[in-house]
């Protein structure tokens, strides 16, 4: 079975969501939202995936490759501009041909996550946290073993390092690879991606932590998106660049040419510390579970 | 007291700017009020400036240190570092 998914290009609601990537490639618990719809679309019964992206076409093919992950075949098609579903359909799906998903997954514009139409994820910063919160309990599949629910509404990536002095509340996802430091608190309505770090007695509350984002000791995120240096407040839809690192910044791998920030590098990379008192290190193929250390 | 104007909090001017206000302090009236919305930039010395003038403020009884309008962005920053639990934020 064939399917076509169109890429979202630009939406002038939700800009800070494309700063880092075009927006099909824009995190959410753990893989960008494109990912999301193949797999989707694979549970369906497609074997064959179109992909139309009108913006930065090389990344989205640099990150989907051939569709092995997914058992389809897969191929990237460069658009100039975003085509709406009726020009991609007389363009990309022959009319009469047999062998397409039913509709409305022949042709799909990724607006929204699968089966949550009713929440658009990019007119409003609102409406992608809304839409974030409301897949969660979905969002970890056969495919996706990377994260467990450890209690009710609260999941946790397998190599994710929570201290025990920290405090999860429900609901709220903690990415694979992602710190909790001591005292501080994550929920409820909380998402911090893939690789992250909140620092100790900083707070994450109603917020979304984008992967590879360092969250500074003693600070609050509230109601806000925050990715990289940038917070984003959904309530008001105001932006802001942190000035200072300490207190938010990006943990991504720095271009060549740009400098490192020292402060907030070793936080990502370092090991949990001698005597220090965490949870599991859940359980991986190489190491065993830590019994004395039970979830709280 | 009323102090405006104020177009950015940095490092290249908050030294003076908390020196300014401290010397103005002893003679100050029991309100304090620090018009921010003009300002467009503060960074982590700015807050630290803020910081200093609370507690010097603090420790004078009866003194009420109010920020004025602070921009949405300015607004988001005393929220992240939890400022905003120290001052009294008033929008006119």
Known sequence: MKTVLICPAIRRMVPELAENGPLALAPILGEGIVSHWIEHLAALGARHVQVIAADRADEVRAV??????WGVELTVTAASVEPTLA??????????????????H?????????????????ESYAGWFAALLEWM??????????VTEIR?????????HISTKAELI????????????????????????????????????????????FVGPLTSVASSLAWGNSLTNWCTDSSLRVPDPFLL?????????????????????????????WLPTWPTANQPPQSSNPPT | ?????????????????????????????????????????????????LFALYRATAERNGVVLRLLNPRPEIQQLLELTQMQQLFEIVQR
């Not at chain 1, 910044?249 to 008192?277: H, I, Y």
């Open chain 1, 106 to 122: 022949d042709v799909v514009l990724m607006n929204h996550l699968p089966g949550c139409a009713d929440l658009p994820l990019f």
């Open chain 1, 170 to 213: 429900a609901p709220c996802w903690i990415g694979d690879q992602a710190f909790v430091e001591p005292g501080a608190v994550v929920g409820p309505d909380a998402i911090v991606e893939d690789r992250s770090v909140v620092e100790d007695e900083a707070r994450v509350t109603q917020s979304w932590v984008g992967p590879d984002t």
């Open chain 1, 87 to 104: 020009e991609a359909a007389a363009r990309y799906r022959p009319a009469g041909e047999t062998g397409w998903l039913p509709s409305p």
């Open chain 2, 1 to 49: 007291m009323n102090i405006s104007e104020i177009a950015e909090l940095t490092a290249m001017n908050s030294a003076s700017f908390r020196d300014e206000v401290h010397a103005a302090l002893p003679g100050a009236p029991s309100v304090i009020e620090i018009d921010l919305s003009q300002t467009r930039f503060v960074d982590s010395s700015g807050l630290g400036a």
């Open chain 1, 249 to 277: 910044c990006s943990l991504a791998p720095a271009p060549l040419a740009a400098k490192p920030v020292t402060r907030a590098a070793p936080a990502s990379a370092r090991a949990p510390e001698p005597g220090m008192n």
């Open chain 1, 64 to 69: 989907l490759g051939d569709g092995a992950r």
């Open chain 1, 137 to 146: 309990p979905q969002a970890v599949t056969p495919l996706r073993m990377r």
């Open chain 1, 152 to 160: 009710p509404g609260i999941w946790v990536g397998r190599r994710a």
